[in-house]
């Protein structure tokens, strides 16, 4: 059957081969939900940036909150580019950041980090001199030097040491006045640090236009110095910069930067030629080019100030300082003799996202355990586990001996994604691990397609061999045009969207790849070899609906009013009921809670103690922070949802409370714990009136986290004079405890809200024994209300792309069948199963029948409907293009109606078998997760409905709206035809009328 099988072979072993490797050594990245990960917690001084005119002065409430809106989203482009690492950014509180991504490597957290501190603010500016400077302003370059030099020499070179710490520092003498020293040009010029190649000479001195540092010759009017690696930035360097051993120093060039004349800035490239490569010294290099409307200004930019030097600064340090050669009017390039390649690409992505206008700083950061519980995971995986079992035992016995082929080819594809998926570093939630059975069960739909073409063949007398060719070869186009179909989409969801509708087009188009690779090659190679060892038998199958003669397209009209009616139910429900009611945490927000427990609990323990609490608060999610041993912790966090109407009243709440007020997810939390919390830091407090003695009597109770020595504690409270008694409650003769009752004389009328203050400064720089410091104990330390994923912005983004996506449909199915009828048809059918599928969740998920809330795992779940419905679809248009084509050849008329009733009789068989296989995955999900609490509850019902939808729009709407499309412009041409002849007016021809075959399709 195959001429080169040999090689063939070869290339599916190197491709099995490739995912074992991958597999055997990359780590799977496992999702928040499965595995736990890493919580960042960040704040934005907005009062230190509007000091600093970042943020005008006078910036309203919504201004600000557009700023950190903005700095979320870039964030979020930034750790997570391409969606498929799963990261998690939201608003914390005022002016926090709240992200948490699955467990990361020590190397991965900290370029994690530097991604999200780096301001990513680049500049394109020229170095000041005195032939170009506009306006009446003048440099006096070398008399600026000499003021920088002094400055740097004050006060026994501690200006210098200040620079060497932090780069950023120069500021401090750029905004000095000139009668204080500072820049004789005022604000029209600033000093700006540069990073020259390693120098092991230790170049001390300041170097004149003819001095020559190991990168060339020292820019004329500059200030040279050597620093060690240690004093540098904080001993953070780039790692050419080391090269020289430890200690060694290296040159620090400081450029006078022109601040009064033009400049360009990140805004101007063009992001989508930002990318790494080679430059012109042979070493890592950015490049770039400017935005189509600014390259003109560019280029005369360039040409103005030909010979002379421009500075390009990132993050106020300037990489390059090259001259201007001539006009630049393309490409061009960003090099620096310390450039490395992992300090490029990291450049690249943070000059691809844009820059922040605010630094946001590292408040905490907490290792978190799996948002699902263990009851959970076991349960979705079981469900998820079971479907496969199903799947591949249908599969068996539908289709025999052909059946454990198409399992085999069914096994060498899910490696195959697997092993692509980890290699991509793509992280792997229980969503997208039940989708990749939903994979397995749209990848059997090429098998069947095969098959099915097999057994016709087979019914017409063809001999096996003929049959098997003649089945892959007509199976083939129909098999690539449904997956091209939805690859497109694919393409599209990825440019066009953002966060997890990226991730999802990722691993839709890898699964496609992998689908049409095992169904040519792995099972058409598996067939070729058993029939050169006639092992295929007769290769019986069974049969269902293998006569079918059903006339679909006689009820046209009345599926389209029970569709109609469907919809419009669903869209009544979706506009009327509140958003509450309707969408999750991730697009509602709601509050992060960190508490810590007295004794070792896991996180499902947890949960069943909230049971009341949940009922309250909705979406209470659960997980350990930090040390975690054989699953129990003390300290977790618990998320809530919070609705609109919780949130408004807890806003009025708090403005008529002021700064003592306690929300009520707070203290609804302390009164559903009660005593599993630890006790606060300070308890127990009473000051007793003595009238006998000049001194009164005080008591108060200390709590402490860890183990704390008695004999420290009372060496720390001596201070406080007089007699003081100091009580172990853990255990009175115990050295070590963690509660301690304190006893001591105090001043006459001391409140007693004073002790605390009294106590707790005595007691600060306390240390256990292992010289920690001590921490207070604090039942609930952290209560943060928390903004959704970026509600809007993904929406948006959303919408974009599919609607760009549906277009790119349309266009394609219209250069494949060679009109637009099968390509509008295609997609109304799409949009009718998403709209169907919507008003089934909005419902019942209000109704409180399924827990199946709007989340970013329920955009999964419509997206996967899309890609299974329009797939589905383009099987049936692709028989029809078939029949029509046989007609035309044979020269035969042929009823429109009566040609789409028989192509999809045709695949009748093929449509159920393929239903029938994915809905046994899907049935097991929610079987197995109904009223479980899992987040495949939603998930699965969302699938469940879409795929029958999905079915029933391939039989019941796609294809008649096909028809409807042909009678109206068979209609449109007859009229034409009478207004052409004179005729006013014409008997209506009677639709679904027999008409010449070259008539069928314009």
Same mark, same amino acid.
């Given at each position: 059957?195959?001429?080169?099988?040999?090689?063939?072979?070869?290339?599916?072993?190197?491709?099995?081969?490739?995912?074992?490797?991958?597999?055997?050594?990359?780590?799977?990245?496992?999702?928040?939900?499965?595995?736990?990960?890493?919580?960042?917690?960040?704040?934005?001084?907005?009062?230190? !940036?509007?000091?600093?005119?970042?943020?005008?002065?006078?910036?309203?409430?919504?201004?600000?909150?557009?700023?950190?809106?903005?700095?979320?989203?870039?964030?979020?482009?930034?750790?997570?580019?391409?969606?498929?690492?799963?990261?998690?950014?939201?608003?914390?509180?005022?002016?926090?950041?709240?992200?948490?991504?699955?467990?990361?490597?020590?190397?991965?957290?900290?370029?994690?980090?530097?991604?999200?501190?780096?301001?990513?603010?680049?500049?394109?500016?020229?170095?000041?001199?005195?032939?170009?400077?506009?306006?009446?302003?003048?440099?006096?370059?070398?008399?600026?030097?000499?003021? =920088?030099?002094?400055?740097?020499?004050?006060?026994?070179?501690?200006?210098?040491?200040?620079?060497?710490?932090?780069?950023?520092?120069?500021?401090?003498?750029?905004?000095?006045?000139?009668?204080?020293?500072?820049?004789?040009?005022?604000?029209?010029?600033?000093?700006?640090?540069?990073?020259?190649?390693?120098?092991?000479?230790?170049?001390?001195?300041?170097?004149?236009?003819?001095?020559?540092?190991?990168?060339?010759?020292?820019?004329?009017? !500059?200030?040279?110095?050597?620093?060690?690696?240690?004093?540098?930035?904080?001993?953070?360097?780039?790692?050419?910069?080391?090269?020289?051993?430890?200690?060694?120093?290296?040159?620090?060039?400081?450029?006078?930067?022109?601040?009064?004349?033009?400049?360009?800035?990140?805004?101007?490239?063009?992001?989508?030629?930002?990318?790494?490569?080679?430059?012109?010294?042979?070493?890592?290099?950015?490049?770039?080019?400017?935005?189509?409307?600014?390259?003109?200004?560019?280029?005369?930019? !360039?040409?103005?100030?030909?010979?002379?030097?421009?500075?390009?600064?990132?993050?106020?340090?300037?990489?390059?300082?090259?001259?201007? =050669?001539?006009?630049?009017?393309?490409?061009?390039?960003?090099?620096?003799?310390?450039?490395?390649?992992?300090?490029?690409?990291?450049?690249?992505?943070?000059?691809?996202?844009?820059?922040?206008?605010?630094?946001?700083?590292?408040?905490?950061?907490?290792?978190?355990?799996?948002?699902?519980?263990?009851?959970?995971?076991?349960?979705?995986?079981?469900?998820?586990?079971?479907?496969?079992?199903?799947?591949?035992?249908?599969?068996?016995?539908?289709?025999?001996?052909?059946?454990?082929?198409?399992?085999?080819?069914?096994?060498?594809?899910?490696?195959?994604?697997?092993?692509?998926?980890?290699?991509?570093?793509?992280?792997?939630?229980?969503?997208?691990?039940?989708?990749?059975?939903?994979?397995?069960?749209?990848?059997?739909?090429?098998?069947?397609?095969?098959?099915?073409r097999i057994r016709e063949e087979l019914e017409r007398g063809k001999e096996m061999l003929q049959a098997c060719r003649a089945g892959f070869e007509r199976a083939l186009g129909t098999i690539l045009d449904a997956n091209l179909t939805t690859f497109i989409a694919g393409i599209v969801l990825y440019q066009l969207g953002t966060?997890?509708?990226?991730?999802?087009?990722?691993?839709?188009?890898?699964?496609?790849?992998?689908?049409?690779?095992?169904?040519?090659?792995?099972?058409?190679?598996?067939?070729?070899?058993?029939?050169?060892?006639?092992?295929?038998?007769?290769?019986?199958?069974?049969?269902?609906?293998?006569?079918?003669?059903?006339?679909?397209?006689?009820?046209?009209?009345?599926?389209?009013?029970?569709?109609?009616?469907?919809?419009?139910?669903?869209?009544?429900?979706?506009?009327?009921?509140?958003?509450?009611?309707?969408?999750?945490?991730?697009?509602?927000?709601?509050?992060?809670?960190?508490?810590?427990?007295?004794?070792?609990?896991?996180?499902?323990?947890?949960?069943?103690?909230?049971?009341?609490?949940?009922?309250?608060?909705?979406?209470?999610?659960?997980?350990?922070?930090?040390?975690?041993?054989?699953?129990?912790?003390?300290?977790?966090?618990?998320?809530? #949802?919070?609705?609109?109407?919780?949130?408004?009243?807890?806003?009025?709440?708090?403005?008529?409370?002021?700064?003592?007020?306690?929300?009520?997810?707070?203290?609804?939390?302390?009164?559903?714990?009660?005593?599993?919390?630890?006790?606060?830091?300070?308890?127990?407090?009473?000051?007793?009136?003595?009238?006998?003695?000049?001194?009164?009597?005080?008591?108060?109770?200390?709590?402490?986290?860890?183990?704390?020595?008695?004999?420290?504690?009372?060496? #720390?409270?001596?201070?406080?004079?007089?007699?003081?008694?100091?009580?172990?409650?853990?255990?009175?003769?115990?050295?070590?405890?963690?509660?301690?009752?304190?006893?001591?004389?105090?001043?006459?009328?001391?409140?007693?809200?004073?002790?605390?203050?009294?106590?707790?400064?005595?007691?600060?720089?306390?240390?256990?024994?292992?010289?920690?410091?001590?921490?207070?104990?604090?039942?609930?330390?952290?209560?943060?209300?928390?903004?959704?994923?970026?509600?809007?912005?993904?929406?948006?983004?959303?919408?974009?792309?599919?609607?760009?996506?549906?277009?790119?449909?349309?266009?394609?199915?219209?250069?494949?069948?060679?009109?637009?009828?099968?390509?509008?048809?295609?997609?109304?059918?799409?949009?009718?199963?998403?709209?169907?599928?919507?008003?089934?969740?909005?419902?019942?998920?209000?109704?409180?029948?399924?827990?199946?809330?709007?989340?970013?795992?329920?955009?999964?779940?419509?997206?996967?409907?899309?890609?299974?419905?329009?797939?589905?679809?383009?099987?049936?248009?692709?028989?029809?293009?078939?029949?029509?084509?046989?007609?035309?050849?044979?020269?035969?008329?042929?009823?429109?109606?009566?040609?789409?009733?028989?192509?999809?009789?045709?695949?009748?068989?093929?449509?159920?078998?393929?239903?029938?296989?994915?809905?046994?995955?899907?049935?097991?999900?929610?079987?197995?997760?109904?009223?479980?609490?899992?987040?495949?509850?939603?998930?699965?019902?969302?699938?469940?409905?879409?795929?029958?939808?999905?079915?029933?729009?391939?039989?019941?709407?796609?294809?008649?709206?096909?028809?409807?499309?042909?009678?109206?412009?068979?209609?449109?041409?007859?009229?034409?035809?009478?207004?052409?002849?004179?005729?006013?007016?014409?008997?209506?021809?009677?639709?679904?009328?027999?008409?010449?075959?070259?008539?069928?399709?314009?």
């Amino acid at each position: 059957m195959l001429e080169n099988a040999r090689r063939q072979v070869l290339l599916v072993a190197l491709a099995i081969a490739a995912s074992l490797l991958v597999l055997a050594l990359t780590p799977l990245n496992y999702g928040l939900d499965l595995s736990g990960g890493v919580q960042l917690v960040y704040e934005v001084d907005i009062q230190d !940036s509007k000091d600093k005119g970042i943020i005008p002065k006078n910036a309203t409430e919504a201004e600000v909150s557009a700023v950190l809106d903005s700095t979320v989203q870039i964030i979020l482009e930034r750790i997570d580019p391409q969606g498929t690492r799963e990261a998690v950014v939201t608003r914390r509180g005022e002016h926090g950041i709240l992200i948490e991504l699955p467990r990361l490597s020590e190397a991965d957290a900290l370029t994690v980090e530097s991604q999200i501190q780096d301001l990513g603010r680049l500049e394109f500016r020229m170095l000041a001199s005195e032939q170009y400077a506009k306006g009446g302003v003048s440099f006096n370059v070398r008399e600026e030097r000499r003021r =920088l030099q002094e400055w740097l020499d004050a006060n026994d070179g501690a200006n210098r040491k200040l620079v060497a710490a932090d780069p950023e520092a120069i500021d401090i003498f750029n905004k000095l006045g000139v009668d204080v020293g500072g820049p004789q040009a005022g604000e029209n010029l600033k000093w700006r640090a540069k990073l020259v190649e390693p120098n092991l000479d230790n170049l001390s001195h300041w170097a004149a236009a003819e001095s020559f540092g190991p990168a060339g010759p020292i820019t004329e009017g !500059s200030a040279v110095a050597a620093f060690t690696a240690q004093e540098w930035n904080g001993g953070i360097v780039p790692d050419d910069a080391k090269k020289g051993g430890g200690g060694k120093p290296f040159l620090v060039e400081y450029l006078p930067i022109n601040w009064h004349e033009q400049k360009f800035d990140g805004q101007d490239l063009d992001p989508s030629y930002t990318r790494a490569g080679l430059g012109r010294n042979g070493r890592a290099a950015i490049h770039y080019q400017m935005r189509v409307d600014r390259q003109t200004a560019y280029a005369d930019w !360039s040409e103005e100030y030909k010979g002379q030097r421009s500075a390009i600064i990132l993050n106020n340090i300037v990489y390059s300082a090259p001259t201007f =050669l001539g006009q630049i009017l393309g490409a061009a390039e960003i090099s620096s003799d310390t450039f490395t390649q992992r300090e490029v690409d990291a450049l690249v992505r943070t000059l691809r996202t844009g820059s922040l206008q605010v630094k946001p700083i590292r408040q905490s950061r907490d290792n978190i355990g799996a948002t699902l519980g263990q009851r959970s995971i076991y349960l979705a995986g079981l469900s998820i586990a079971l479907g496969g079992i199903l799947l591949l035992a249908f599969v068996m016995w539908y289709y025999r001996l052909a059946g454990f082929i198409a399992c085999a080819a069914l096994a060498v594809n899910v490696l195959l994604i697997m092993g692509i998926v980890v290699f991509l570093r793509a992280t792997l939630t229980l969503p997208g691990l039940a989708g990749l059975v939903l994979t397995m069960g749209m990848a059997v739909d090429s098998n069947i397609l095969i098959y099915e073409r097999i057994r016709e063949e087979l019914e017409r007398g063809k001999e096996m061999l003929q049959a098997c060719r003649a089945g892959f070869e007509r199976a083939l186009g129909t098999i690539l045009d449904a997956n091209l179909t939805t690859f497109i989409a694919g393409i599209v969801l990825y440019q066009l969207g953002t966060g997890p509708v990226r991730g999802f087009a990722v691993t839709l188009m890898v699964g496609i790849v992998t689908t049409i690779f095992t169904a040519y090659y792995v099972t058409r190679l598996m067939f070729h070899f058993m029939l050169e060892r006639d092992a295929l038998g007769s290769l019986r199958f069974s049969a269902w609906l293998k006569n079918a003669n059903f006339d679909f397209m006689r009820a046209r009209k009345l599926w389209f009013g029970i569709s109609i009616v469907v919809i419009g139910i669903g869209l009544t429900a979706f506009a009327t009921i509140p958003n509450d009611d309707k969408y999750g945490i991730d697009f509602t927000g709601g509050a992060n809670l960190k508490v810590v427990l007295r004794e070792q609990k896991t996180a499902d323990e947890v949960r069943d103690l909230l049971g009341e609490y949940a009922k309250r608060f909705d979406g209470v999610i659960v997980n350990t922070v930090g040390d975690v041993i054989d699953g129990k912790a003390t300290r977790f966090s618990i998320r809530v #949802k919070l609705s609109d109407t919780q949130r408004t009243a807890i806003d009025a709440e708090r403005r008529a409370a002021g700064s003592d007020y306690q929300p009520p997810y707070l203290t609804a939390l302390h009164e559903a714990l009660g005593q599993n919390l630890v006790p606060e830091a300070f308890s127990g407090v009473r000051v007793d009136p003595n009238p006998a003695r000049t001194l009164d009597f005080g008591e108060i109770q200390l709590h402490f986290v860890q183990d704390v020595s008695i004999a420290a504690l009372k060496a #720390k409270l001596a201070v406080l004079g007089g007699d003081i008694q100091t009580t172990n409650l853990d255990d009175e003769k115990a050295e070590v405890g963690r509660n301690f009752k304190v006893e001591f004389d105090v001043v006459k009328e001391t409140p007693p809200t004073a002790l605390f203050e009294m106590v707790q400064n005595r007691i600060a720089g306390l240390r256990t024994a292992a010289g920690q410091p001590v921490e207070l104990s604090n039942p609930i330390p952290e209560s943060s209300e928390i903004g959704g994923r970026l509600v809007g912005e993904l929406r948006s983004a959303a919408i974009n792309a599919l609607a760009v996506s549906l277009l790119a449909i349309v266009l394609y199915i219209r250069i494949r069948f060679h009109e637009y009828k099968f390509g509008i048809a295609g997609v109304v059918a799409l949009v009718h199963d998403v709209l169907v599928t919507l008003g089934f969740v909005v419902v019942f998920n209000w109704l409180g029948w399924v827990d199946a809330e709007i989340d970013l795992t329920m955009i999964a779940a419509f997206l996967t409907i899309i890609g299974y419905s329009i797939n589905d679809t383009i099987v049936i248009f692709d028989r029809v293009r078939e029949n029509l084509s046989d007609a035309k050849r044979l020269g035969e008329k042929i009823d429109r109606a009566a040609l789409l009733n028989r192509s999809v009789n045709q695949t009748l068989s093929r449509t159920i078998l393929t239903t029938a296989t994915v809905m046994l995955v899907v049935i097991a999900q929610f079987a197995v997760n109904f009223q479980a609490g899992t987040t495949l509850e939603g998930f699965s019902f969302a699938l469940l409905v879409g795929m029958i939808s999905g079915t029933y729009s391939t039989v019941f709407i796609a294809s008649p709206i096909v028809l409807w499309l042909w009678d109206r412009e068979r209609e449109q041409a007859e009229a034409q035809a009478q207004v052409a002849t004179g005729q006013i007016t014409a008997a209506p021809a009677t639709p679904g009328s027999a008409v010449p075959s070259g008539e069928a399709g314009s």
